[in-house]
């Protein structure tokens, strides 16, 4: 439901100047801690990270208290690398950046600045009588200042160096990369997205989405033309050339496959093609089989077809269950397995230069870790690239073969390294600033426990240090997505990790925490993931707050009577879902920009996907249908400029509440997106959370 973003320190003074608060008693003391908000929120979040393909060199995002610039990593002419920032960007004024793209020579990077890089153009976060900033394409070089080429976002800089290509108002633009002449637009009647050059930069290959399909075109330059990859009713994705440039790969899904918040294990098996580039005229080479994996399923890679050594198709299937890594011949044939069989999901995927093996992240040594193994697309047998107690994720494999991650453990936070046979190297050493507790933060441990229904849970348990152990209050939490996976430690996803955050301050505080990775999430397998009666098809997921809640009541060291509940998105859904059907078990909640009522959800769908629901069942699947039951106070927080979860989902639920009788106190953000882009609004976010619970939990009741 989102790729959420950021969050920081909140102090009490800000909360007035921020946002709308109504209904707000006074402060209550705060529990005690061992550091601030501030303090476990001080390290910077890398993102993009992002290899060259010339010069050894790596890039990534840093995201330092709502500044976003561009780092960049390059070998020191021994083992080591030299790290720097070629942005300097300043001010917490919610301007996103990222989606960078190099140039050829390894020298030029352009990216997206401003706007939400979700969809949806600019933003107007800081609210300015002039309007929003114009989303807008940059170019830095190594050793030239940033300068802006144009408004757009998504830039692929060709292969050739000389053009630029990106999207604005879903069109595709071209412009010089010296600059000098005026940007020229493709006129195409779909959305265009995904735009991928051909390896010598002739022409450019993209995705046309036009409502109820989409199509693969390929724009030649010299030629002022687009031809169409073997055109059909279905949905085409995924562009992917052939090293040589004669051809070009794509996933075709049968038209009417594509469901949302439904569980969906089986449909009409969805097909890998393989076209000519000049003619359009393709054919099939792979199809799914009938049964698990018939529907597709990308893992969270971006790229999840590759064209690598020998002819071979990669690509990600869920043929087993679980999503594993495939090969093909691109003349068709018999997929391969070239991962390890086992009861695992593969995440991100990086290709080598050389196009002969594949790093992937996988939770396959340990289910709520992930680390990277490496996989030669020949076949040979996978291995484990990293091990031990911490996760890694989003390889990349730069141009001289070396390896580069995010990593992070229970107590350090995510940050690039470089993944030699000696072990792991921060990128930039010193970023982690000293007042960072890392001393003082806990190991969560690994627990499962029954659903309501019998289904087996897992999650995190975050413990008090032991001078604060006692029969006292716990909070239950929920991620969004719901296609995520909280991990025992650091996630390398930017607002998972200052949930992550927030779990470790609140049981530093005294709270016992239950980080929980209910059915509908990823890492557990197909069956989990498309969860029966899921969603708006019968809320089964809401057996797992249960399951959750009665797992805390029988601890010994929680008092049963104030257990909390808080999530974001559709964690935001868990929220006031359980609330709404489990007061009892639930003595307050703390509710972000949660769905409350699917069937006014799927009117903001495109009329293919909303048709797939049943209103009546959507509707008896919400918490709005059962709000008569509701008892317990909640918090509701929501940016009124969301783009992904629509602001009246929150106003229907008021009025529900305000019918009922029903304790509620609220915080909009004027201006915000989804993704919450400015660090002001999440310090609002958290600290709210932190001071409502505290209000609400930490005492014992009279």
């Given amino acids: 439901m989102e790729r959420t973003r950021r969050a920081r320190h909140w102090a009490r003074s800000l909360l007035a100047a921020a946002t709308a608060l109504i209904c707000t008693p006074a402060l209550a003391a705060s529990p005690p801690h061992d ?15 992002t290899a060259a393909p010339a010069g050894g060199r790596v890039a990534w995002v840093y995201d330092d208290k709502g500044a976003r610039n561009v780092w960049v990593a390059e070998p020191d002419g021994g083992a080591g690398y030299r790290s720097r920032a070629i942005t300097s960007f300043a001010g917490d004024e919610g301007i996103d950046l990222g989606e960078l793209s190099w140039s050829a020579d390894g020298r030029q990077i352009a990216f997206s600045r401003a706007g939400s890089l979700e969809g949806g153009g600019p933003v107007n976060i800081m609210s300015k009588p002039s309007g929003p900033p114009p989303q807008t394409i940059w170019l830095a070089g190594l050793d030239a200042a940033p300068r802006a080429v144009g408004p757009g976002h998504s830039p692929a800089i060709s292969p050739k160096g000389d053009v630029v290509a990106y999207l604005a108002g879903g069109q595709i633009w071209t412009a010089p990369l010296a600059g000098g002449a005026p940007a020229q637009r493709v006129t195409d009647r779909g959305r265009d997205s995904s735009l991928t050059w051909s390896p010598d930069g002739s ?20 030629a002022d033309t687009i031809a169409w990859m073997a055109p059909s009713v279905d949905t085409d994705v995924a562009p992917e050339w052939s090293p040589d440039g004669r051809r070009i790969a794509f996933v075709r899904i049968a038209t ?21 580039p000049a003619t359009g005229q393709g054919r099939s080479v792979w199809r799914a089989d009938p049964g698990p994996g018939s529907v597709f399923h990308p893992a969270l890679a971006e790229r999840v077809l590759m064209w690598s050594a020998g002819d071979r198709l990669v690509f990600p299937w869920e043929k087993t269950g679980w999503t594993h890594l495939y090969a093909v011949s691109a003349e068709g044939g018999p997929a391969r397995e070239i991962t390890a069989p086992g009861a695992y999901e593969v995440f ?11 790093v992937y992240s996988a939770n396959a040594a340990e289910t709520d870790r992930w680390a990277l193994w490496e996989a030669p697309v020949a076949g040979g047998g996978a291995h484990a690239v990293t091990h031990g107690a911490a996760n890694e994720d989003y390889p990349e494999i730069a141009s001289d073969g070396r390896l580069f991650a995010l990593h992070g453990d229970a107590r350090n936070p995510m940050r690039p390294v470089s993944v030699g046979p000696k072990g792991l190297s921060d990128l930039a050493a010193g970023a982690i600033p000293a007042e960072f507790p890392v001393s003082r933060l806990v190991e969560p441990q690994a627990v499962t426990f029954a659903a309501a229904d ?24 929920f991620h969004g997505g719901p296609v995520r996976e909280m991990l025992l430690g650091w996630h390398p996803m930017d607002a998972y990790t200052f949930m992550y ?26 069956d989990w993931r498309e969860a029966k009666d899921f969603g708006a098809g019968g809320a089964s997921e809401f057996n797992d707050i249960v399951g959750a809640a009665h797992y805390l009541q029988a601890r010994s060291d929680v008092d049963p009577a104030r257990i909390g509940i808080y999530g974001a998105s559709y964690g935001g859904l868990m929220t006031a879902l359980g609330l709404s059907r489990a007061s009892d078990l639930l003595a307050a909640g703390v509710d972000y920009a949660g769905v409350h009522d699917w069937r006014a959800m799927f009117k903001a769908l495109p009329p293919a996907l909303a048709a797939a629901a049943d209103p009546q069942r959507a509707f008896d699947s919400s918490a709005m249908a059962t709000i008569d039951r509701w008892r317990s106070p909640v918090l509701l927080v929501h940016a009124d400029d969301d783009r992904n979860v629509p602001f009246d989902q929150t106003v229907e639920l008021v009025q529900g509440l305000r019918k009922h009788g029903i304790p509620f106190e609220q915080i909009v953000i004027p201006d915000e997106i989804h993704d919450l882009l400015r660090q002001h609004s999440w310090l609002t976010l958290l600290g709210a959370t932190d001071d409502f619970f505290g209000r609400k939990l930490y005492e014992p009741r009279p």
């Fill in 35 to 49: 550091f601030s908000l501030a303090q476990i929120l001080s390290a910077p979040f890398p993102s993009g990270l």
């Fill in 348 to 358: 991100n995927i990086a290709l080598s230069p050389d196009r002969s093996r594949v």
């Fill in 501 to 526: 955050a927030m779990n470790q301050y609140l049981a530093n505080e005294g709270y016992v925490v239950l980080s929980v990775n209910y059915r509908g999430g990823i890492g557990y397998g197909l």
């Fill in 454 to 477: 019998g289904l087996t849970v897992h999650g995190q348990l975050f413990l008090p240090p032991p001078d604060r152990r006692r029969p006292g209050p716990a909070v239950l939490f």
């Fill in 203 to 222: 022409r450019l290959a993209f995705v046309s989405a036009r409502g109820d399909h989409s199509l693969i075109g390929v724009l030649d330059l010299a």
């Fill in 256 to 276: 009417g496959e594509q469901q949302i918040f439904l569980a969906h294990r089986e449909g009409a098996p969805w097909s890998i093609w393989v076209a000519d």
